[in-house]
Nanobody
Framework: QVQLVESGGGLVQPGGSLRLSCAAS????????MYWYRQAPEKQRELVAA???????NYADSVKGRFTISRDNAKNTVYLQMNSLKPEDTAVYFC?????????WGKGTLVTVSS
């Protein structure tokens, strides 16, 4: 059974940095593309960043140049390095992956950017 567990969220001041981690289990991690989504209060969940098995990455325009997604296949973990954080980055951040049959989500980790 695929499980995704996020960690690393918290309270940070504007301009600060955080690194989120997502530990995966129950899957051959290196075979899967991995995604970070976020959902702010009263807003729809949105894709933040993606990394495919070959290491190619993609980012939402709102985070380009500030966020970096990476993966460590030996540790079955995907990361999201977030720099120059803004109040509008405040959201619950979710890790996601999908197989041919279904998608899998973690429970999320809350990031709050506030002074």
């Amino acid at each position: 059974q695929v499980q995704l567990v996020e960690s690393g969220g918290g309270l940070v001041q504007p301009g600060g940095s955080l690194r989120l981690s997502c530990a995966a289990s129950g899957m051959i991690f290196s075979n899967y593309a991995m995604y970070w989504y976020r959902q702010a209060p009263e807003k729809q969940r949105e894709l933040v960043a993606a990394i495919i098995t070959g290491g190619i990455t993609n980012y939402a325009d709102s985070v380009k140049g500030r966020f970096t997604i990476s993966r460590d296949n030996a540790k079955n973990t995907v990361y999201l390095q977030m720099n120059s954080l803004k109040p509008e980055d405040t959201a619950v951040y979710f890790c996601h992956t999908k197989s041919a049959r279904m998608g899998y989500w973690g429970k999320g980790t809350l990031v709050t950017v506030s002074s």
